[in-house]
């Protein structure tokens, strides 16, 4: 069975929600406040038919929740809001930003940073043993772990 096939890996799981193209730019602007599908659409540049989809896949696995709203003399619509699953992607943008601006600089003075909300520190993401030690990333290995084994 091919590695990405395999319907035990997580990371192979978590593809099958976020790793469309634009699924993840989508909850990068849902972090930063949108909600609408008008918003998302202009902010992304995206195919009203991709985003619909996109959403709507985001929907279904339970990284956004719609809400209907109603603005003064339109019809009901709906917005978009991360739920918790979707908040917990914070990590993995943030990651992604992280590396982005270490390996792939570019021209802009633009980036993403991820603040405290009670502080207002910038966040650096780490890996961080049970013991509270920072490892550095090129002494970490993944390995393959056989839950519930004694």
Not at 1 to 19: H, Q, R, Y
Not at 55 to 71: A, C, K
Request: hydrophobic share 40%.
């Amino acid at each position: 069975m091919p590695l990405g096939k395999d319907p035990n890996c997580p990371i192979a799981l978590s593809l099958e929600v976020v790793g469309e193209k634009w699924s993840l730019l989508i909850i990068r602007e849902a972090s930063t406040g949108a909600t609408r599908f008008s918003e998302f659409q202009a902010a992304l540049g995206i195919a009203k038919n991709v985003l619909a989809e996109r959403l709507s896949t985001l929907v279904e696995y339970g990284v956004l929740d719609r809400q209907p709203y109603r603005d003064s003399g339109e019809r009901e619509r709906e917005e978009y809001v991360l739920t918790p699953a979707g908040r917990e992607l914070r990590l993995v943008l943030g990651a992604l930003s992280q590396w982005g601006s270490r390996n792939r600089p570019t021209e802009s003075r633009l980036r993403h940073n991820f603040v405290d909300t009670r502080s207002g520190d910038i966040l650096a993401l780490r890996y961080v043993s049970e013991s509270g030690r920072v490892v550095k990333t090129d002494a970490v290995d993944v390995k393959l772990v056989l839950l519930g084994a004694g």
